[in-house]
């Protein structure tokens, strides 16, 4: 994947002297993620917020202190920024970044990178060709327990994978959620249900804690416990290149929800449930026990530990401040954002899927998903019956 | 299903009375089960194991103090036993149950009831021609947390069901183990492998506390981890009635496994793993707070109990009594055999699913399964390499 480099500003030799001992940082859509990111960027070292953009000037209103601005094209050749964060709806992540890496500006793009597969390549087609840092916001990559669990399966402590199972239901969403913003939970606005906004991080987290898989089946049910006409519950089968299997299941239909990752492999299994890390080591291969033992009935002696972490990471703060170490001291990132096209290929494949009631192979045909999205969105019918400014509104921001 | 009644012997009116406080009980297989039921039958009230039966007069000589029969048929028709425990490869389970009934003869089989949906029927239709009992062995029924679990499921307590999820993947199997005996983990043989074989139980009580899905849709490992022809390893999607999803994983090459049977209802959820059952009760309903909260990221306020139970209950000393209480006194079954259709059933569905490549209603085609059943068993190229005899052996017992 992409090796960070140190950044080259291309577009604008202005401000030279400062960048290099401090970013300026841009946000662009100041809903219910960008105005929580600029309400903790004062804890970011080295990062000074200078500009926000959205199209709603209400929005803009409530920062004086900025510079604003309405389009972000403006923003991202005023000169005023090093780099942007972007928070706008998920089909102009696409865009905006393209757009910005054109100008020489570095990028951080909130989840999911895009909508589908094809959008996402052509952002890291435009990023190849700029030393720019390209960062993603999957904040959950910060929490130890994840960090953990990904050293334990990437060191082959736990032996050669056999099967995984994430039940990822702690979702929960109401009726008011989803009439708050048109776009929100339509094709036409947000390309996809609960794969495409709340699981990207799980999605994420999941191959880069075991990989991709090699084919993908998903049954989804369809506004099934929301009046939306995308998916808000998702089972999906997994194959890896290796054979093994797992299963993916997630709703915001459901509460209290479980948050239940099950690895298990040739050394063992290890489940994080209810905050917890529970590694059970078997003391020898379960293959060799398998093939070698007299018994028929063998059991493999294990033992039980618990991986203790602490806290749950840095999260978004944390990841404000790797983007911004990174260009100023090319520290690697913690999320390159081309990685983010695993998890958007996955969330496709799943719709994908469910539409054609077939196995999907990865790597995904990206121009047959995304022409199949084109036609969900042309043939929808669908119409909110009301629109609910809630505090968390996104509605009117790069709707 | 079938309500047990009081019953009438046909064939014979010899030993009237003694049969009216006794009964007297042949034991057709001796193999792992068989010998096992042997060893414990004195624990069993107002019964007489008065017959052995086996093929394999080696079997058949470590019990002298019985009557011996290398022919169910003439065990059958000896005038020595009231009832018969079956306990022979699956495929015979019905033509001796069926020659059983024909012969005013109770009968106990083991499970599964029948290899295929439509074995099982014949069974059921010989039966419902006669005023037996007919039980099936699902032990795991006698255990008071599945009853636990059933209680709150079928009261009602848990809401209406969303979701269903069980991973009962500790059936860990060696090579061993399969090597035993020419039959084993073939089509022609055994008609399947853990699906067949270990999963008999967790298919009964899955739907037993559940209810039966309306489609199934399942992906096997067919000797995935073993040189066997037929599946140890089965990643399965459910579809219940009311539009609940499911899902049910299992395998032999998996050790220690897991064993975790996740129900969420709109009332909260249960989860039974490690010998703990724990539910986790919401305190109004899930669909309310979905439909009226005005809040988008609303919680759903819930209280964990755990239900407390002692021990494992009466497993197979427990069904002997409940089968010789049937008869002699017309108490209710605990698993009355024609509900093994349902197990049967859904073994099939999964096998069917993942050998036609498509999702599988229920009701099951049972033709058409038997067809391609008999298909894959004339079309076998699987040779065993080698048959050890190990203690646990079942090699020589109706084969």
Chains 1, 2 share one sequence.
Not at 134 to 151: C, K, L, S, V, W
Not at 184 to 205: I, K, M
């Amino acid at each position: 994947m992409t090796i960070p480099r140190i950044p080259v500003r291309q577009s604008s030799t202005a401000n030279r002297d400062k960048m290099n001992s401090m970013v300026r940082l841009g946000v662009v859509g100041l809903g219910n993620m960008g105005s929580g990111h600029v309400a903790q960027m004062s804890k970011v070292q080295r990062c000074e917020l200078t500009a926000v953009c959205d199209i709603d000037e209400a929005k803009l209103a409530k920062y004086p202190q900025f510079k604003q601005f309405g389009d972000s094209r403006e923003m991202i050749r005023s000169g005023d920024i090093d780099a942007v964060l972007i928070a706008v709806p998920h089909y102009d992540h696409t865009t905006i970044a393209i757009d910005a890496f054109e100008n020489g500006v570095h990028v951080l793009t909130e989840k999911p990178v895009a909508v589908h597969k094809a959008d996402a390549q052509r952002m890291i087609d435009a990023h190849a060709k700029t030393n720019l840092v390209f960062g993603a916001m999957f904040n959950q990559r910060t929490d130890p327990h994840y960090q953990e669990i990904r050293r334990v399966v990437r060191s082959g402590e736990l032996g050669e994978i056999q099967r995984t199972n994430w039940i990822i239901t702690n979702w929960f969403r109401t009726a008011t959620y989803y009439a708050s913003g048109g776009w929100r939970a339509t094709w036409r606005g947000e390309g996809g249900g609960v794969l495409l906004n709340q699981c990207p991080h799980n999605l994420d987290l999941f191959q880069w804690i075991c990989g991709m898989p090699s084919r993908v089946r998903a049954y989804c049910g369809w506004g099934k416990y929301h009046d939306i006409e995308v998916e808000d519950e998702v089972t999906a089968y997994l194959e890896y290149p290796n054979g093994a299997t797992g299963v993916f299941v997630t709703t915001t239909g459901e509460a209290p929800g479980t948050n239940r990752l099950e690895i298990v492999g040739d050394r063992g299994k290890l489940v994080y449930e209810d905050g917890k890390i529970l590694f059970t080591r078997t003391n020898q291969s379960v293959r060799e026990v398998l093939e070698t033992s007299p018994e028929s009935f063998a059991s493999v002696p294990t033992s039980v530990t618990e991986i203790e972490v602490d806290g749950y990471g840095g999260q978004h703060v944390e990841m404000v401040q790797n983007f911004v170490d990174a260009i100023l001291d090319g520290k690697p990132l913690l999320a390159p954002a081309p990685e983010g096209i695993h998890s958007v290929e996955l969330a496709n494949a799943m719709l994908f899927s469910a539409w054609t009631d077939r196995t999907i192979d990865i790597p995904l045909d990206a121009a047959a998903y995304e022409a199949a999205l084109k036609e969900h969105i042309a043939t929808s019918r669908y119409e909110k019956k009301a629109v609910v400014a809630a505090e968390v509104d996104l509605s009117k921001s790069w709707a």
